[in-house]
């Protein structure tokens, strides 16, 4: 089955993989955290028992999730010292120390707290057991931190210096921490999250509305899902503008690999919206293009000049046929994204949130939409990082560890059976418990009057009536 491919390459897609599966739980989760934050603060505010009730709710789903995030991200860990323990040997001394405080601050935090959140509310009261929720989403979110300063370090390195074994020293804390990709990184990730997670919840709220089943919970967790949406689809828009500006800066063949720029443009590049990469004749064949677009949004000037993969040596190309339709996959859900929270507001608007079946269908649909928004984000900056693991300074092959390509495959075939398995059947139970939103404790009052059982007006009970509004 991987016969045609060589060790470095098999260790890529062993890691490919399993971070792929990882990347899902922790993006929902952190959403969720926040999300189940909010719900208890307005339940405390409000005191509307609809918000505890959806607090409930949305609590087993991420216990469930925090859990498969957990177990598939320690796997990951253990493939440094199995598939690439030359990497984990020359950039040990600066990944090693950022992971391990992930865990110290992140993972001990949301450990100690998590078990107050799911069993605590009825033990220690209300306004700590929200200390504890707000603990685990700040907690989640300190964890995205440290883990997005590591990989952005592997995008611009920078507060180290080379010793004589090869290896990258810490010479700046700050500098590695806070490197040049960091913050654009970070945002752009959290914000992703956060929508993520916002679809998900519109999707369960819509599905409930068109199934008519607790219409109560559904309009509440429908319409904050909908203003999330509304909200953070043009932030997190404008923050992969600045993104893509920074990566331009930092790793230009990132960029140009992304827009299909084979050639260089000296007086103004065109913006590619869609065409096949032709790597083997270096152009974007059928390319449908908009003239000097591409300059006016990468330098806000139509003339800008802009350097094409023609200025770089063929060996450093990153795999432009994989981020070239990555990247268009990331760009068309986020504006499928916006394109759903505008239609909400006018919804909104119009008075018809609850009742519109269309925009009710259209975010089931787009339920998944983050989770594939996210991956196809991760391809674009990990395979446009190639041919390199730690940016301009070391290359992936000299990254892999001396491993014959049998025993990659024989692994790597290994976790596809394991995972589908389990994460599969984890998924499904996910599914399943969304699909069972409880009933509202209440009818609701525009589905008609509410009368007791047995009792009818009658001739007697008009004339108690009376002589009740007699006296």
């Known amino acids: 089955m991987f016969e045609s491919f060589d060790a470095t390459m098999l260790a890529r897609m062993q890691f490919a993989f399993t971070v792929s599966f990882h990347i899902i739980f922790p993006a929902f989760s952190i959403g969720l955290a926040s999300y189940l934050a909010v719900l208890e603060a307005l339940w405390l505010w409000k005191k509307d028992d609809v918000y505890l009730e959806l607090f409930n709710f949305w609590k087993t789903i991420f216990a469930v999730t925090f859990g498969m995030g957990v177990v598939s991200g320690i796997v990951m860990s253990y493939q440094f010292g199995t598939n690439w323990s030359v990497f984990a040997d020359k950039a040990g001394p600066i990944i090693g120390p950022l992971m391990g405080y992930e865990v110290l601050t992140a993972f001990f935090l949301e450990a100690g707290f998590l078990g107050v959140m799911l069993f605590g509310l009825n033990r220690v009261g209300p306004k700590l057991h929200f200390f504890a929720t707000a603990m685990v989403a700040?907690?989640?979110?300190?964890?995205?931190?440290?883990?997005?300063?590591?990989?952005?370090?592997?995008?611009?390195?920078?507060?180290f210096a080379m010793n004589e074994a090869g290896q990258f020293m810490p010479v700046d804390w700050w500098a590695i921490v806070f490197n040049p990709s960091f913050p654009f990184r970070l945002v752009h990730m959290v914000l992703a999250a956060y929508l993520t997670t916002a679809f998900v919840v519109g999707a369960c709220g819509a599905w409930h509305l068109l199934r008519k089943t607790a219409p109560r919970r559904a309009r509440t967790m429908f319409s904050m899902a909908m203003w999330m949406a509304a909200i953070v689809a043009p932030i997190q828009?404008?923050?992969?503008?600045?993104?893509?500006?920074?990566?331009?800066?930092?790793?230009?063949?990132k960029v140009m690999g992304m827009e299909g720029h084979f050639e260089s443009h000296p007086d103004g590049a065109p913006l590619v919206l869609f065409g096949i990469p032709n790597t083997a004749e270096k152009r974007i064949d059928y390319a449908i293009e908009v003239p000097k677009l591409g300059s006016l949004i990468l330098k806000h000037d139509l003339d800008a000049p802009l350097a094409g993969l023609d200025t770089i040596p063929d060996e450093l190309h990153p795999p432009v046929a994989v981020i070239f339709w990555s990247f268009r996959v990331m760009v068309?859900?986020?504006?499928?994204?916006?394109?759903?929270?505008?239609?909400?507001?006018?919804?909104?608007?119009?008075?018809?949130?609850?009742?519109?079946?269309?925009?009710?269908r259209a975010a089931v649909l787009m339920g998944p939409a983050g989770f594939v928004a996210v991956l196809a984000g991760w391809v674009t900056t990990e395979v446009g990082r190639q041919p390199y693991t730690v940016y301009g300074h070391?290359?992936?092959?000299?990254?892999?560890?001396?491993?014959?390509?049998?025993a990659v495959s024989a692994s790597l075939l290994a976790f596809i059976i394991v995972y589908f398995f389990v994460f599969g059947a984890g998924t499904f139970y996910i599914l399943r418990l969304m699909a069972r939103l409880p009933r509202d404790t209440m009818p609701e009052l525009d589905e008609g009057p509410i009368r007791?059982?047995?009792?009818?007006?009658?001739?007697?009970?008009?004339?108690?009536?009376?002589?009740?509004?007699?006296?």
């Open 394 to 406: 070391l290359m992936t092959a000299n990254s892999v560890a001396p491993i014959e390509a049998p």
């Open 138 to 159: 700040i907690g989640t979110l300190i964890s995205a931190t440290w883990i997005l300063s590591a990989n952005s370090w592997m995008q611009t390195p920078t507060g």
């Open 332 to 360: 068309g859900i986020g504006l499928a994204m916006l394109g759903i929270g505008l239609w909400s507001l006018w919804c909104r608007y119009r008075g018809t949130l609850d009742s519109d079946p269309w925009l009710h």
């Open 452 to 471: 007791a059982a047995g009792v009818a007006h009658g001739p007697a009970s008009a004339k108690s009536h009376g002589e009740h509004h007699e006296l």
């Open 237 to 253: 828009i404008f923050a992969g503008d600045q993104h893509g500006l920074n990566t331009l800066e930092h790793q230009p063949a």
